[in-house]
Every structure is written in C-alpha cells, then in structure tokens.
C-alpha cells in the first residue's frame, strides 16, 4: 500500500510548481551558493528534488548536481524542465532512506520538506538523515529545511494553513497535532495535473531545535547552526523562534 507523500506526488508536477510554497528557488540558491562560497567544484546533491526546481537553479549557475526522489511523476516533470533549458542534470529515482552513495558530495540539500519528516516514523527519518550524511564527503555540509517545533506549541497549525491559502493550490485542514509525538495529522485537498480532485490524509513530524540538534551529532556532524526559514529569503540573520513555521538548519562535518 503506497503512503499519502507518494500518492500527493502523482500527477502533480505542473500544479506543484505554481504552490505559493514553491516560489523561493531564486533566494533560497542565493543562499546556498553564499554558504559553499560560490565554489563550482562542489558535487551537490539535491534529496527530495520534486520537480527539480532547486536543481535546475544550481545547474544554470554552473553547479554539478544530482537529484534524487521517490516520485516518479515529479522527477519526469523534472526532466521535462531540464530538456526544455538544455540542461544536462543527473535525475534519479531512489528511496532517501536506502541511497546507494557513499562520501561523493560535498553538499547535500533537502527542502521544502522534499523527504525529511514525512516519514511514518521516527526511525525511517533518521534513515534518512543517516544516508544522507553517508553521502557526503568527510568534509561535507547539509542544508535543510523542516518544520519548526515550537510552532504547534504557540500556535494553531490549522489557522497557519487556512492564512496561506491561494485560490487554486492546495489546502490542508482538519489539523490536530498530537505533543506526545509532536506530530500533526491532517487533510490535503488538492487538484491534480489533470484537473481531478483528490483528498489525502496526511501526517508530518515536527522537530525542536536539541532534537535535531541531537541527531546531527549522532551522525558525526560537528558545527550544526539553526535558523528561522523564510520562503525565498534564508539567511543566518534570521534568529529561530516560535512563530516560524519551518527551520532552517546548516550542518557541517568539520568545525569545532
């Protein structure tokens, strides 16, 4: 049986890429690129590309990148993408719990929640988080965004969701977040690639900062600094706090 993250994907690369949570790619590669300053020798890859939006960024400007998803639907969407700019990009269809790399890149990137948190359990998240920090060099550094924690303690998900909703996008209500597993069940309605309407059942894992903090340093990373993540704007100006939805986190392998 497929879960919800795999069945959300299907059919959804146009309409996904016109989601007002997917607009930040500019900023967000201004960002990135600053943080590996501008070297074009790095090796990046991209985990949990979807329709390769970041990608197809740092490939135009002039970065080497992999990109790997579980979604067969938004990886041919980003292929399409790539093929229509003459971009030659390695897109690959892998499981971001089981990658086949070891120690090949120098960065590696997962946003917009692109695999991390959505898993059913805390186990397969770590997976996750494990493979990918086999993937990087001894001196390697990840950047990626997941959700904030300290949100659902000061804050209502569920009015979080119904304040950023754009006629013809997604909607996600019927939200109740559960403190025991800090995590939030809820109900994505959405239209497809082919104008079908479908309803899905969904359920994310939110992280305090010391969690991941935790699990970042079980993996061997040494300088790990958190941020407040804002769409299309991240910087390491942006103090963590309550109101943020999501968290920007920067870890590196070397440092004190």
Same mark, same amino acid.
């Given at each position: 049986?497929?879960?919800?993250?795999?069945?959300?994907?299907?059919?959804?690369?146009?309409?996904?890429?016109?989601?007002?949570?997917?607009?930040?790619?500019?900023?967000?590669?201004?960002?990135?690129?600053?943080?590996?300053?501008?070297?074009?020798?790095?090796?990046?890859?991209?985990?949990? +590309?979807?329709?390769?939006?970041?990608?197809?960024?740092?490939?135009?400007?002039?970065?080497? /990148? @992999?990109?790997? %998803?579980? #979604?067969?639907?938004?990886?041919?969407?980003?292929?399409?993408?790539?093929?229509?700019?003459?971009?030659?990009?390695?897109?690959?269809?892998?499981?971001?719990?089981?990658?086949?790399?070891?120690?090949?890149?120098?960065?590696?990137?997962?946003?917009?929640?692109?695999?991390?948190?959505?898993?059913?359990?805390?186990?397969?998240?770590?997976?996750?988080?494990?493979?990918?920090?086999?993937?990087?060099?001894?001196?390697?550094?990840?950047?990626?965004?997941?959700?904030?924690?300290?949100?659902?303690?000061?804050?209502?998900?569920?009015?979080?969701?119904?304040?950023?909703?754009?006629?013809?996008?997604?909607? +996600?209500?019927?939200?109740?977040?559960?403190?025991?597993?800090?995590?939030?069940?809820?109900? /994505? @309605?959405?239209? %497809?690639? #082919?104008?079908?309407?479908?309803?899905?059942?969904?359920?994310?894992?939110?992280?305090?900062?010391?969690?991941?903090?935790?699990?970042?340093?079980?993996?061997?990373?040494?300088?790990?600094?958190?941020?407040?993540?804002?769409?299309?704007?991240?910087?390491?100006?942006?103090?963590?706090?309550?109101?943020?939805?999501?968290?920007?986190?920067?870890?590196?392998?070397?440092?004190?």
């Amino acid at each position: 049986m497929k879960q919800w993250y795999e069945t959300l994907f299907e059919n959804y690369g146009v309409k996904y890429d016109n989601e007002s949570y997917t607009q930040g790619t500019i900023g967000e590669c201004d960002f990135i690129e600053k943080e590996i300053n501008y070297n074009k020798s790095y090796k990046i890859i991209d985990v949990g +590309c979807g329709t390769g939006r970041h990608a197809i960024e740092l490939t135009k400007r002039g970065y080497r /990148v @992999t990109g790997i %998803d579980l #979604s067969e639907s938004q990886l041919q969407r980003a292929k399409e993408k790539a093929r229509a700019q003459n971009l030659q990009i390695d897109f690959r269809k892998h499981d971001a719990r089981q990658l086949p790399f070891s120690q090949e890149f120098d960065l590696a990137i997962m946003l917009c929640e692109g695999a991390f948190a959505l898993m059913e359990t805390d186990e397969m998240n770590y997976e996750i988080l494990r493979n990918v920090a086999n993937s990087l060099k001894s001196t390697g550094k990840l950047i990626f965004t997941t959700l904030n924690g300290l949100f659902p303690l000061f804050n209502s998900v569920e009015e979080f969701y119904a304040s950023t909703a754009e006629k013809g996008n997604s909607t +996600c209500c019927k939200s109740t977040f559960d403190l025991m597993t800090f995590r939030d069940s809820n109900t /994505v @309605t959405l239209e %497809d690639d #082919s104008g079908n309407q479908r309803e899905l059942e969904c359920n994310e894992r939110y992280y305090v900062p010391s969690e991941i903090t935790w699990l970042l340093k079980s993996l061997g990373f040494k300088k790990i600094d958190i941020y407040g993540a804002k769409l299309g704007a991240f910087s390491r100006n942006d103090k963590l706090g309550k109101d943020d939805f999501e968290m920007l986190v920067v870890a590196e392998k070397y440092g004190s």
